[in-house]
């Protein structure tokens, strides 16, 4: 029951980063047909299609365009290429194999929304993307995809890339929009919401570069298409990562209908774990959704499931695999550590709690756990702010999953791992690592 | 010239500037037994640095109150303040005229009386000059013109009138008894013996009087527990607040003084004054000099008693309140008195005013009453009003009565 | 103000006759003093003949003149935070504070003077004080010709630890040994079991 | 701990040193303003140009950058400290990254990194003495599929193994990329090197507790 | 007006103002620290977030919302209703101090703010007795920013107040927050100090002790003052501000709240200008100067000598020949009082205004605003009461002279009695006016502060209080009267000015400022009522 992959289709397809072989294989059609439309049909076809954002919070795309004022004269809408969460890697595969899918997407949004100018905001670290969508950027312009008067239609977008300095809060949608301002990447508070008050205080949209992905497709094939897969809250094609140690590490297209062990486990997909090794737990949605442990893997991958077993959502879809080998603590202290670093010191909560959950994964890494520890962490994580939060954004509440959920779901190994430590440790390190 | 010194009038008044003398030594050692017996009491050493045992204490105080330095406060009335201190100075010096000495005296074939004074109305003049005292005290708080002299004036006026009452009945009454006024005579009189052995002292007629006079005596000299009149710790020292140098000296030496003469008074009327039972020397018959000297031994061994009582009682007891002090006077006091006072008008009348049971009898009957009514009072015997909180007290509208009547 | 309810009426004791003569009471207490009068007259009084004699006896739990303590390397151990001269009911504490030359410390008083003559001796002081530095010393004997030199400042107040660092004055336990000043004995195993808890 | 406080007053800039920033790298930054509607968001741009051109954004740098965007010095530090791709003092001719993200430690990076430091005789944030490398870690390079993974300057070298270090340090063209390079950010003049670091110095001044 | 309800209260509030705002004006003390009413809002230190109903996003219908909500970010909706009062708020604010806490040293006792701390009151009303972090603390540098305050970031919350100061406020724009996560610090860039006019500020918005007065720091504790209520006499503004002082040594002034004026702030110059009071040349003690002879007077006789003087001097060389010159620093009613016995003695005398020190322009921030973004002026004139003292010589009618007129005319031997006010805390005198002023008068009255060449000759000396010592009201440049207390007495020997001019206008009894303005307000309607500042609301710190 292969699925027939839409957004990946040109991946692995000689020559697929240039238009001449996108083009050949039907890309910017959708355009075209696109810019005969009024952008509220537009709008209307893309909620019909009930396209839900592929970032991570899973935001219908048409009915964040609806909150955008009428009478307003200019609009600016973001491409968040600032994909910083591990293990997620689809958008680089996305931009870095077919990166005009991203522009027709991107072209159709900012016809949809009026806007005049496209920022893509892209991640520091994606030197190589930056390259290939610069130039693909360049070909849009010559072949007047891009620039004044696209196609003849009498509408207008520029598209500039915009390149980010290593920060993971930047990829949320007003952390972005700050970057993108030249300031510091913090949130803004909301309201106002971007879509009032966005980039430059103009009406700005953001959206994710595999949401703008999926809409040639839709405007070509039809919202009734994209409906036609999936579920009904979680409809149209939608990119699977999977990575550690499986035998077919990799980015795949399914339907929001398989389970996570599918995604593990099937050969055409993650294909099962490498050299025999066993699984210990699965992180199904980037670091911040939570960890699913080797009973729990039929959780459905779709936006309502993983609710259901304790996670955040579906995140970004992106799953890691950690085998029997890897101590679970090494495992916190990863996840504490990503997000200790990757706070941006706003909200108090965040900016402090992050770094004190750190500090207790590093003691406990290093064999100095106490036997509070465990309480003192989840109860940390709830005072930070599970779902639906304190903070500004939503960071906080993704560092307090993965903790919550490892320290539930793993807490007997994490006790017996204490247990076992040697007498006197604790007092050491507390010594050495302070 | 030597028929001076033999002369009634020679004695007298080398007896006056001796006894002025000798008085104003006693008194200054009174103050240090004072202290002294006030540091034994307490298990303390008292004055011991001036001489052996502190014993020129006295001499170091009285230099002091001469040398320093004489102040007087620009708010009093000049005349009255100076003049207030000798007032009280005088009276306590001039009472002692009156007081035998050592009964009579053969010298040069003539009898003296060993008394500077020996006038028929003794005990009237004693009484006069001393209630004269008080005109010191008042004159003194009036002349501070300072509101705490002034209430302790105003104390001791009322005092002195209150408990001057039972005093001068209780005196009346040895008059009756004696049927003289004057001290010599009164002496005598008690130098009989009854039953051969028992001396005629009114201590044992009037046993009751003795006491009363006794306690009057200590309000007389406002000594403890009924100096109210110079409470340190409500009026700041009272009629003498304002007072410093030799002019509190003045009225420091007067309050011994009066002490010596009170205790005096006393011995004459109660205890038979000079006379000692069953020693020849201090008979009435006993005139030569040696026996003189032991007679003015005994008088003053039993002034030395009475202060050492006084002393005692001042070390021991707390002072009175104004209103209790009061109280005991007028609803104590002088109905006893009164009645003691009656007795001996009857058994006057009755002729058996000198004998030894009929007053005794007597005395302990007017005890036994006076003990009945005593004990079935139903006064308060605390500071407290009926119905006031023992604790806390903020409820409305009740206050607690200060120590000045009214 | 007091509640009614919080007040507690009292009935006095009905006083029995005699006690209502206050006579037995009187001569009882006459008994007493003059009791002692003759013990004293005889005997050696209660009271020694200070400064000649003074008794041998250490009061551990007296509260007297101050002392400035110093720490490890003899320097001031107060941080001149001012909390002693709060807590003082008689206002006698007068400190001056300055940046620290130290490099450990941030602030250190440059002058800290105590007018021993205002002071009640209560010891809020010592109670008041993070970090120490003010403890009073059982020296009881304290004298001066006028009241300026009744004034000790800093030097004379850490002239004072030096000469008493041998006693460690007892402040009371039931004040001082609450949870976390680990001045107790046993207060630190306190502590661990309710972190355990 | 001291109490000593850091002296902030102080300039840390020479007086009269000569501009820091040249003519190409101050057009190549104007060339942004047009994309931005104020002037202070090409301050990333910018930012990336003068790494690009001089290896790290020195203080004076940020001064010339703050008058170019007419904004304060204090804001481009605040942007520049915020960021951590961004050097405030020389850096290595080839940066190394490597990822410390989930799936790159499941799959074996922490030896990555522990070969590395004792290949280059240098920890994390150091540069080597001859300032050829430097060492940092990274969050993640969302290159999972081929964890363990680490970039070389802008080259991203797949499922590296301990094994494979020696090969990849002593490979000339490790830090060469296999698409054509865009030269929107560069402003390196031809054939100049940036300014390579020459002394070891920790990765942010003033701290180091964290970490 | 928009009416909500908070904690099942109806609170009727002002439009436009938020939710927290709305609170703390109805009297809930909200905790707080990024909040601040005269800078944005940013919601960072979730200290102050709430239950609130919300219209629900399907329905539409009023609901709670899922989530606490930050009050200061929430604009007041009519018929809104919002909980403090809940647990889940107050477990926001437990486990928020907890986390402020974390790395806090905990270094009260030698922290300066300890007193007037905001992490000191919100720890006692939320704080947990002890902290559940084992690890050790992050520490933060000790900074050197800037020639006034001094920053200690271990202290510090991140609160931003300070930075948004400097962007929204002053516009200078020096300080930042550098780094990230726990982390972040507040900097400024090396070698750009912050050092702007009204840098003093920053140490007042800060709610916690991270930045602090090198002026002021270690001098004292907080509670040990024993404040009062003034005004800046700095310039022509009238800036309200508190005089903070214990045992009549002035420690601080600090700014206090009046939205007429200068809102929440002062500038540096107002701030820190008040050292002069404590100056050890000042004028002590009256004195009359008889040819060589000087005595020192007795304060209770200057009255009726001076009446007396100035008597038999009108009566000898008639009452044009007598002048007084009235000083920009002296409040209205010391002003008055002053006219009052010049135009008693000699109704034909006349009167003059001393110089008024000018600077170039006015000083605006934040830097280079103009018209309604200004949020903060310093005045060029700096003096308090130039309008006051204008107004009351204009009331007393009569000859009314310009300095320079009065100079002039002094110089040609016009008057031969003169009463001259200093209270300038900077020599005011130039020597050639003073020249030119020397050996015209055979009665002189000087009153100043400091001493000044014309004393040398003058009669009478009498020395005049700065406005610490002072009582009354300064008119400002806008033309707001303004009352102020007195907040210290004057040094040994000197009396009020406010009181001797009473007494030698022929009042008995004790000067105050009211007393006199019921006196002028018969003839200056404008006195019968003054502007008081709002009382410091406690959030506005």
Redesign the interface.
């Known amino acids: 029951m292969a699925f027939e992959p839409v957004l990946l289709k040109n991946v692995g397809v000689e020559g697929s980063r240039t238009i001449r072989v996108y083009e050949s294989r039907g890309g910017y059609q959708a355009l075209r047909k696109t810019l005969k439309m009024t952008p509220d049909e537009v709008v209307e076809e893309v909620k019909k299609a009930n396209l839900r954002g592929r970032g991570g919070a899973g935001f219908p795309a048409g009915v964040k365009w609806g909150f955008l004022p009428k009478d307003r004269k200019r609009t600016l809408l973001c491409v968040n290429g600032d994909e910083s969460e591990p293990p997620t890697f689809s958008n680089r595969v996305l931009m870095e194999h077919d990166p005009h899918q991203l522009i027709e997407g991107s072209i159709i949004a900012g016809y949809a929304t009026q806007s005049q100018v496209a920022y893509i905001y892209l991640r520091v670290e994606f030197h190589e993307v930056f390259h290939i969508l610069q130039r693909a950027i360049d070909e849009a312009y010559a072949a007047g995809y891009l620039g004044r008067n696209i196609l003849g239609s009498g509408y207008s977008l520029d598209c500039y890339i915009h390149r980010g300095a290593g920060a993971y809060v930047c990829g949320e949608e007003t952390g972005l929009i700050e970057s993108i301002e030249g300031k510091r990447g913090w949130p803004r508070i909301k309201p106002p919401f971007p879509a009032v008050e966005g980039l430059f205080r103009l009406p700005t949209v953001v959206n994710n570069v595999e949401t703008l992905s999926n809409l040639p497709h839709i405007m070509e094939r039809g919202a009734d298409w994209f409906t036609s897969i999936g579920p009904p809250h979680s409809t149209g094609p939608k990119l699977f990562c999977v990575s550690g140690p499986v035998k077919r590490p990799g980015c795949y297209e399914e339907a929001m209908t398989i389970t996570c062990r599918e995604l593990v486990e099937r050969a055409d997909l993650g294909g099962g774990m490498l050299d025999g090794r066993k699984i210990k737990g699965v992180l199904p949605g980037g670091v911040s959704m939570g960890i699913l442990t080797p009973d729990e893997l039929d959780m459905k991958m779709d936006f309502a499931d993983p609710a259901n077993y304790g996670l955040l959502g579906l995140g970004t879809a992106a799953a890691v695999v950690i085998d029997q080998g890897t101590d679970i603590r090494s495992v916190l202290r990863n996840v504490t550590h990503f997000f200790a670093t990757e706070s941006c010191g706003q909200c108090t909560q965040c900016r402090e709690g992050t770094a004190w959950m750190d500090k207790v994964a590093h003691r406990m890494e290093r064999q100095g756990g106490r036997h509070e520890d465990a309480d003192l962490l989840l109860e940390t994580a709830r005072n930070m702010g599970m779902m639906p939060g304190l903070s500004i954004c939503g960071l906080s509440d993704g560092a307090t999953y993965p903790i919550e959920t490892i320290v539930k779901k793993y807490r007997d190994e994490l006790e017996a791992a204490i247990a076992a430590q040697p007498e006197g440790r604790v007092q050491e390190v507390l010594q050495a690592v302070n | 010239m030597a028929e001076f010194f033999t002369s009634q009038l020679g004695v007298s008044v080398g007896l006056a500037v001796f006894a002025l003398l000798v008085l104003l030594g006693a008194v200054s050692y009174c103050i240090y037994f004072e202290r002294k017996i006030s540091a034994f009491v307490q298990d303390r050493y008292g004055p011991n640095r001036v001489g052996p045992f502190g014993i020129f204490q006295p001499v170091a105080d009285g230099g002091k109150f001469v040398f320093k330095e004489d102040v007087i406060p620009g708010h009093v009335d000049k005349p009255l303040f100076l003049l207030a201190p000798c007032i009280t100075f005088l009276v306590g010096f001039i009472v002692f005229a009156a007081i035998p000495w050592g009964g009579q005296w053969s010298l040069g074939g003539r009898l003296i009386e060993v008394q500077v004074a020996n006038p028929d109305i003794g005990l009237l003049y004693i009484l006069g000059v001393a209630s004269v005292g008080v005109y010191g005290v008042i004159l003194g708080s009036w002349a501070s013109n300072n509101k705490y002299s002034f209430y302790g004036g105003m104390r001791a006026a009322a005092q002195m009138l209150s408990y001057e009452i039972p005093m001068g009945i209780c005196i009346l009454v040895v008059v009756i008894t004696m049927g003289s006024l004057r001290l010599e005579e009164i002496t005598v009189a008690q130098t009989d013996y009854w039953l051969g052995f028992i001396p005629q002292w009114n201590i044992f007629r009037y046993p009751l009087a003795f006491v009363i006079l006794f306690v009057t005596v200590l309000a007389e000299c406002n000594r403890t527990p009924f100096d109210v009149v110079e409470a340190e710790q409500e009026l700041v020292g009272g009629f003498h607040t304002e007072y410093g140098a030799l002019k509190f000296g003045m009225f420091f030496l007067a309050e011994y003084a009066h002490m010596i003469t009170s205790s005096a008074l006393i011995a004459v009327l109660f205890l038979g004054g000079w006379h000692f039972p069953w020693i020849p020397w201090t008979q009435l018959e006993a005139t030569s000099w040696f026996a003189v000297l032991l007679k003015i031994l005994v008088i003053c061994g039993k002034i030395s008693f009475f202060i050492f009582v006084m002393m005692w009682i001042r070390w021991t007891l707390p002072r009175f309140r104004f209103d209790q002090l009061m109280r005991l006077a007028w609803k104590g006091l002088i109905p006893i008195t009164l009645s003691l006072f009656v007795l001996a008008v009857v058994l006057l009348y009755f002729g058996v005013e000198r004998s030894f049971w009929y007053p005794l009898i007597g005395n302990v009957l007017v005890l036994a009453v006076a003990l009945f009514f005593a004990a079935r009072s139903r006064r308060e015997v605390t500071g407290r009003q009926r119905g006031m909180p023992a604790v806390g007290g903020g409820s409305a509208g009740r206050t607690v009565s200060m120590g000045i009547p009214g | 103000m007091i509640d009614d309810k919080d007040i507690l009426l009292i009935e006095e004791p009905k006083l029995t006759a005699s006690e209502r003569l206050f006579l037995p009471q009187i001569f009882d207490g006459m008994g007493t003093t003059i009791r002692h009068f003759f013990k004293s007259l005889v005997g050696t009084p209660m009271t020694v003949q200070y400064p000649e004699v003074q008794r041998e006896q250490r009061l551990e739990n007296y509260r007297g003149v101050h002392r400035l303590n110093r720490d490890e390397q003899g320097r001031v151990a107060c941080v001149a935070c001012f909390m002693c001269a709060t807590a003082c009911p008689a206002n006698c504490i007068h400190i001056e504070g300055a940046e620290s030359p130290w490099p450990d410390r941030e602030k250190y008083p440059t002058r800290f003077d105590i007018d021993e003559l205002r002071c009640i001796y209560c010891g809020m002081c010592e109670e008041a004080c993070p970090v120490d530095a003010i403890e009073l010393t059982p020296g009881h004997d304290l004298v001066g010709r006028s009241r300026e030199e009744m004034v000790f400042d800093k030097e004379e107040l850490l002239a004072i630890y030096d000469k008493t660092k041998d006693i460690k004055p007892r402040k009371n336990p039931r004040i001082t040994g609450y949870p976390g000043t680990g001045n107790r004995p046993g207060a630190q195993d306190e502590q661990k079991e309710k972190h355990q808890r | 701990?001291?109490?000593?406080?850091?002296?902030?007053?102080?300039?840390?800039?020479e007086k009269d040193a000569p501009p820091l920033l040249s003519e190409v790298v101050r057009g190549k930054i104007r060339s942004f303003f047009p994309?931005?509607?104020?002037k202070?968001?090409?301050?990333?741009?910018a930012?990336?140009i003068v790494q690009d051109a001089l290896g790290h954004v020195p203080?004076q740098a940020?001064?010339e950058i703050a008058e170019l965007?007419e904004?304060?010095?204090?804001?481009?530090?605040?942007?520049v400290?915020?960021?951590?791709?961004?050097w405030t003092h020389p850096k290595g001719e080839r940066v190394i990254?490597v990822c410390?993200?989930?799936?790159?430690?499941?799959?074996g990076g922490a030896g990555v990194l522990e070969e590395l430091k004792k290949q280059l005789s240098i920890g994390e944030h150091e540069t080597t003495p001859d300032g050829r490398y430097s060492l940092v870690t990274?969050?993640?390079?969302?290159?999972?599929?081929?964890?363990p993974c680490l970039?070389i300057?802008?080259?991203?070298h797949k499922r590296v193994r301990p094994q494979d270090v020696a090969k990849i340090l002593a490979d000339q063209d490790n830090d060469r990329?296999?698409?054509?390079?865009?030269t929107?950010?560069d402003a390196r003049e031809e054939g100049e090197a940036p300014a390579a670091a020459k002394q070891q110095s920790t990765f942010?001044e003033?701290?180091g507790?964290?970490e | 007006m928009a009416k909500i309800t908070i904690d099942n209260k109806e609170v009727e509030c002002r439009d436009g103002i938020t939710v927290l705002q709305a609170a703390l004006e109805a009297g809930w003390d909200i905790p707080h620290y990024c909040y601040h009413p005269g800078l944005s809002i940013v919601a960072s230190c979730r200290l102050c977030l709430m239950e609130m109903q919300m219209p629900h996003p399907k329905t539409g219908e009023m609901d709670w919302a899922p989530k606490l909500l930050p009050s200061c970010q929430t604009p007041v909706k009519d018929g809104m209703v919002v909980r403090f009062n809940s647990e889940t708020v107050k477990k926001n604010q437990r486990d928020c101090m907890e986390f402020f806490l974390l790395n806090h040293p905990l270094d009260c006792p030698v922290c300066d703010q300890a007193g007037e701390c905001y992490l000191q009151d919100y720890s006692y009303r939320f704080g947990r007795a002890e902290s559940r972090m084992v690890d050790q603390k992050t520490v933060n540098p000790k900074k050197d920013i800037g020639p006034r305050p001094l920053l200690y970031s271990d202290r510090c919350v991140i609160c931003s107040r300070c930075v948004r100061f400097t962007r929204e406020i002053s516009g200078t724009f020096e300080l930042h927050v550098t780094q990230r996560g726990s982390r972040s610090e507040i900097d400024v860039f090396p070698g750009r100090p912050l050092d702007n006019p009204v840098q003093g500020n920053v140490v007042d918005i800060c709610p916690v002790g991270a930045l602090l007065d090198k002026d002021f720091l270690f001098k004292k504790r907080a509670w040990e003052f024993r404040p009062a209520n003034s005004i800046c006499p700095g310039c022509a503004r009238g800036c309200s501000i508190r005089i903070d002082q214990d045992e009549d040594v002035v420690y601080r002034l600090k700014p206090r709240y009046n939205p007429k004026v200068n809102d929440w702030w002062i500038c540096d110059e107002g701030r820190f200008g008040y050292k002069y009071i404590h100056d050890e040349s000042r004028v002590k003690g009256p004195i009359l100067r008889r040819g060589q002879s000087v005595t020192r007077l007795l304060w209770e006789e200057i009255p009726d000598i001076l009446r007396f003087r100035f008597q038999e001097h009108v009566e000898k060389h008639g009452g044009d020949k007598v002048a007084a010159v009235l000083s920009p620093f002296m409040a209205c009613e010391e002003a008055w009082l002053l006219g009052r016995f010049i135009r008693e003695m000699a109704p034909q005398a006349a009167l003059a205004m001393g110089p008024v020190p000018l600077e170039d322009e006015d000083q605006r921030f934040p830097v280079g605003a103009k018209g309604e973004a200004v949020k903060f002026e310093i005045s060029k004139e700096k003096c308090p009461n130039r309008r006051g003292v204008e107004a009351i010589l204009e009331q007393a009618g009569g000859t009314v002279l310009a300095f320079e007129d009065f100079i002039e005319k002094a110089g040609a031997d016009a008057f031969s009695a003169a009463w001259i006010v200093g209270g300038y805390p900077k020599p005011w005198l130039e020597k050639a006016v003073a020249k030119k002023l020397s050996g015209k008068s055979e009665l002189l009255v000087v009153q100043d502060i400091f001493p000044n060449d014309l004393m040398a000759e003058a009669t009478f000396v009498l020395p005049a209080c700065s406005w610490a010592e002072r009582e009354g009201c300064f008119m400002n440049i806008d033309g707001l009267i303004q009352p102020f207390d007195w907040a210290i007495h004057p040094p040994d020997g000197v009396k009020r000015d406010g009181q001797y001019l009473f007494e030698i206008a022929g009042y008995t009894g004790l000067y105050s400022g009211k007393r006199v303005r019921e006196l002028m307000a018969a003839t200056m309607p404008a006195f019968a009522e003054v502007l008081a500042a709002p009382q410091l609301a406690a959030h506005a710190h």
């Open positions: 701990m001291s109490w000593k406080a850091i002296d902030r007053i102080s300039p840390v800039i994309r931005y509607e104020t202070r968001a090409a301050l990333l741009p930012l990336h203080y940020m001064v965007l904004i304060h010095p204090s804001d481009v530090l605040d942007t400290s915020f960021y951590t791709h961004f990254t410390r993200s989930i799936s790159c430690e499941v799959m990274e969050e993640c390079l969302a290159g999972c599929d081929h964890a970039l300057n802008e080259k991203l990329l296999d698409v054509p390079r865009s929107l950010f942010m003033g701290r507790t964290k």
